[in-house]
């Protein structure tokens, strides 16, 4: 991302955030990168499972008439919204997540806008590891360096964000590879045609667009719709992200062979979240 600017965008704010927290951890004892490299060395990071193949499965994948898989986020507080839901449990909702079906669960560790934490995927991934076919736990985060991925890794991990648009063509590439190299495959996030063509470029095998514009914060669900050919033929797993809200979003993607959805705010509000969740990918009860 590029230096100061004298209006900082959302992204720019949270990028310059992160970059004196992450600063701040490879500074203190016991949590160097170093130190998160024995420990994976020394094989304390919970076993992973594959994002590709992980994603190709959801309750109705067997069906004669297939749904969309769930990516279903943990998210307390963001910076369009504010505070979310700010006292449920990250471990009972991911429970709740993994019983309904959902192929990946994203966990925002960003504390600040978001209110989230290492912790809490790590008590997620824990909650879950011992469910039938359990979830991919995704680090959701604003990544820019080897490091995040690590440690990432060590906390049970099965995937990570890289953001096309905070991250420079050599910074992209080089994430991805060494993501790829601890068996992550990662979701990579683009928002538009030339970030769709870098992400294709990169190679990236699962890529998400986001509706919600990071800069403005403006939600177009259409904004996926847009880049559907670009992946049509292709051995990519496509992915809409934010602004997904009901069964008339779903079925819209579904018509466009779009293959799964990553769904916050909406379940996190949700009375009966498991009930939202059969109706909003109407897969079979
Ligand atoms: O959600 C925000 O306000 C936001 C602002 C700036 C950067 C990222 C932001 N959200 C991260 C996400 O990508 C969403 O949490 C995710 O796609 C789910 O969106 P939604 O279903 O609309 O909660």
Redesign the pocket.
Known sequence: MSGPSKNPT??EK?YAQRRLDVEQAKATPGTSFEDINTYLAMGLAPKLIPLVPRLKTNPSSSSTNPSLSLMA?I?RA????GAIAMDTNPAQQALKYAEAGASVI?V?TEPT??KGSLLDMRLVRQAVDQTPNRPAILR?EFIFEEYQIAEARLHGADTVLLIVAMLTHEQLTALYKYSCSLGMEPLV?VNNQTEMMRALELGAKVIGV?N?N?HS?E?DLGTTTKLVDLVKEKDVILCA?????GPQDVRVYKEQSVHAV???????RAQDTTTFIRELLEWPA
Do not use: C, D, T
Request: proline share 3%; no cysteine; charged share 20%.
């Open positions: 959302i992204l949270i986020e998210k963001s910076p369009s919204k994203s925002l806008w978001f959701k996030e986001n919600r990071l914060f939600v992200l934010s602004g997904i809200s990553l769904v916050g705010e909406a379940l996190m």
